[in-house]
């Protein structure tokens, strides 16, 4: 006879009649599992409540609790809702078959039973019911990793923002799952001058967080002033082409200069920034020719650096995609024109309050649906 059970494995047979628990315990007495008997459904109930076998042979025709009543009760029961259940019975109607499957039953045999037939798909069960265990196990080992990762990928961002003279900051960042590809960091230059930074890996979970992760490094690591956007795309461009295949890094660099209120911008793939003109009480997208995504080839073209002049009261934002493609649950987008609305809303110099409006905004767009994609956003206000 075939054993692919476990030592440690239960089966639990509830039947009222004493001549076929005495069959059936001497059908699987060598199949390697513990038998446990049941009487009646109220025994039944008790028993799983307190061993929680991995298989039920539960028959049907009982006096008292009937087996249909007793799978109702146990799928209900949390504790209990999980193990398989294997109706016996000599009512060999569909309709019996349907009723006891749409309780939970994970199969149906019919009395008088065959031995072999009752082998062979208790050792299906408990074999199938071992593999979900597993998956389950392992399910909660990848989350609990997952969860580490994102724990020492958030070491990684800036553990508070700086006090930039005339140039007020706020920050949101948010993983769609555990771990994601999103970055940003700002660097302090030297003159009163700042570097700020804002990627996109591709993808999400622990490869993007990878990529994140020695995104940081090589921008951390960067050897010049960084106060060429060109050079600094250059050179995480030339680090990553050697690591990142088959991904790639979207990113935007800007070199801000406190003193005159100066913004420089290279990007690579990246959305375009926004900006809110006080004087025209408009936001627009701000025009920034670039070049391809981080980690694909090394640039042969000399990639376009765009500069412009911040006004008291003017609002720059930048952002990573996983907002403007974020769905609601009719699968559309939240879109670029309505954060640009968001970003003129009224809330004075308070940026920490502007990217609350839109987060706020964005969770209402989406509705019950999770984000599919991370999120981050960097805005700074010039101040009057």
């Not at 059970?5 to 076929?20: F, G, H, Q, W, Y």
């Not at 628990?21 to 446990?36: A, E, H, N, S």
């Not at 809702?81 to 749409?102: H, M, N, R």
Request: aromatic share 8%.
């Amino acid at each position: 006879m075939e054993n692919n059970s476990t030592a440690t494995e239960s089966i639990l047979l509830v039947d009222d009649n004493p001549t076929n628990l005495q069959v059936l315990f001497q059908t699987l007495d060598g199949v390697g599992c513990k038998l446990l008997i049941a009487k009646n459904g109220e025994m039944a109930i008790s028993i799983a409540g307190k061993a929680l076998p991995d298989l039920i042979l539960l028959d049907i025709m009982m006096p008292g609790i009937d087996g249909y009543e007793v799978c109702r009760q146990l799928k209900s029961n949390a504790a209990t809702s999980d193990i398989p259940v294997i109706f016996l019975s000599a009512l060999g109607d569909t309709e019996d078959k349907v009723k006891g499957l749409q309780l939970g039953a994970v199969d149906y045999i019919t009395k008088p039973f065959q031995p072999d037939e009752v082998i062979a798909r208790v050792n299906t069960h408990l074999t199938i019911h071992r593999l979900k265990r597993e998956v389950e196990s392992q399910k909660d080992q990848l989350e609990h990793e997952l969860e580490v990762v994102s724990a020492v990928q958030r070491k990684l961002l800036p553990k508070q923002l700086p006090v930039i003279d005339g140039f007020k900051l706020a920050v949101h960042y948010e993983t769609s799952r555990y771990a994601g590809g999103d970055y940003y960091d700002i660097l302090e230059l030297p003159d009163n001058c700042w570097g700020f930074l804002i990627a996109d890996a591709e993808g999400h979970s622990a490869p993007a967080a990878v990529l994140m992760a020695m995104t940081c490094a090589l921008f951390r690591s960067y050897p010049g002033s960084a106060s060429d956007p060109a050079e600094v795309l250059h050179y995480l461009n030339e680090h990553l082409c050697k690591v990142a295949d088959p991904s790639f890094m979207t990113a935007l660099y800007a070199y801000y200069d406190a003193n005159t209120q100066t913004m420089r911008m290279a990007r690579a793939g990246h959305p375009l920034p926004m900006i809110f003109r006080h004087s025209d009480k408009k936001a627009i997208e701000l025009p920034c020719p670039g070049v391809y995504p981080l980690g694909i080839e090394p640039y042969e073209i000399e990639i376009p650096v765009t500069e412009t002049k911040l006004e008291p009261g003017d609002r720059f934002l930048i952002y990573t995609d996983g907002l403007t493609e974020r769905f609601d649950m009719a699968e559309k987008t939240y879109g670029e024109e309505r954060l640009l609305r968001l970003l003129a809303i009224d809330s004075a110099d308070d940026p920490q309050g502007v990217i609350a409006a839109i987060m706020a905004d964005v969770e209402q767009f989406a509705g019950e649906r999770p984000a599919d994609d991370d999120q981050a956003l960097l805005l700074g206000i010039v101040q009057a």
